[in-house]
């Protein structure tokens, strides 16, 4: 048996996280002179380090086959790192989802930097 359609799934629905809220709205967080919050994460943590977990958090839409149209990422990202050498837990919210509102899984997943 083999997995590899159901990891080309998953590598497909991350790279759709990684997007955030679309070229629009990563342009104009820039144009405000603001970083999103991937490049704030990737500017103060050690090259290279950092290790998101739930990047597959979000809302998906599929159409009647089942297959996915659309991906709304979690505006919450949350992960390991280091820094200066030394783990870290860094997080924030991505603007370019949703700027300044609480998404639903942000209870459930902003409580686990405090248990790391």
Known sequence: MSWEDEIKELRHREQLALRMGGQDKVAR?????KLTVRERIAAICDPDSFHEIGTLAGVGKYDAAGNLTEFTPSNFVLGTAELDGRPV?????????????????????SGRERRA
Do not use: N, P
């Open 89 to 109: 837990v860094l997080s924030g919210d991505d603007f370019t989802v949703r700027g300044g509102s609480a998404d639903g899984s942000i209870v459930g997943r």
């Open 29 to 33: 967080q820039h144009e405000f002179g």
